[in-house]
């Protein structure tokens, strides 16, 4: 199937850690993604993970991929307000094509 | 380096008619996708672009079409819309010729039909 699964949800407080987790269900995945969408925008790339590594950081976002278990998360440290939006995982299954099937969308609700 | 630009912003249709929208790629770019974002099915790939040439197509019907010139930019085309036809339209380009890596998209066009 094509189905990438998110949670719909998460509030954290600011300044503390955020972790969204999306699963996936073709183990032929390529490529995956962090999509980030603030309201009345298009989507902004955050940081994609080859599918032959199990972490990558960048600066306050680190990915992590158990590709036994198919799971993906986005750790965010120090989350601030401006973080709030709605997050996507996306996977790239097929070679030699820029197709990407999108998780549902997990939105971040950061306070103070 | 100017991003990925989508024409119009926003746009609204009566059911029956048409629409053209259109994306101009990030300069280089040779790759263009087309999705279409609702709150009920969320982000659905339509199609993509390399070269002038449909490289891959969603599951849309046929009233759904799209094409690439040579300068990269894209357009794509409704006929006879329908109310849920009505979307953020994305369109994302890439500059890796074999797929997979860096995408980025535009602003979308909001489409509404009436």
């Known amino acids: 199937g094509e189905d990438v699964e998110q949670s719909l949800f998460l509030s954290v407080r600011e300044g503390d850690s955020s972790v969204i987790n999306c699963t996936y269900t073709?183990?032929?995945?390529?490529?995956l993604y962090w999509y980030k969408q603030e309201p009345g925008a298009g989507l902004q790339l955050l940081t994609y993970?080859?599918?032959?590594?199990d972490m990558k950081q960048d600066q306050r976002l680190t990915v992590l991929l158990n590709k036994k278990d198919k799971h993906l998360s986005l750790r965010i440290a120090d989350t601030q307000t401006g973080d709030s939006a709605i997050y996507f995982c996306a996977e790239s299954k097929i070679p030699n094509t820029d197709k990407l099937i999108f998780g549902t969308g997990t939105r971040l609700q950061v306070f103070p | 380096k100017a991003g990925v630009t989508q024409t119009p912003r926003y746009l609204i249709k009566t059911r029956g008619q048409q629409v053209t929208l259109s994306c101009s790629p990030i300069s280089g770019h040779r790759s263009v996708s087309w999705y279409q974002q609702t709150p009920g099915q969320g982000l659905q790939f339509l199609f993509e672009y390399f070269s002038e040439t449909q490289r891959n197509k969603g599951n849309f019907p046929g009233r759904f079409s799209g094409r690439q010139f040579s300068n990269s930019r894209s357009e794509m085309n409704v006929s006879t819309l329908e109310l849920g036809d009505s979307a953020l339209y994305l369109c994302?380009?890439?500059?890796?010729?074999?797929?997979?890596?860096?995408?980025?998209f535009g602003p979308g066009t909001r489409l509404t039909v009436t």
């Open positions: 994302a380009s890439s500059s890796v010729d074999r797929g997979g890596n860096e995408q980025y």
């Open positions: 073709d183990s032929s995945s390529t490529y």
């Open positions: 993970i080859f599918s032959n590594m």
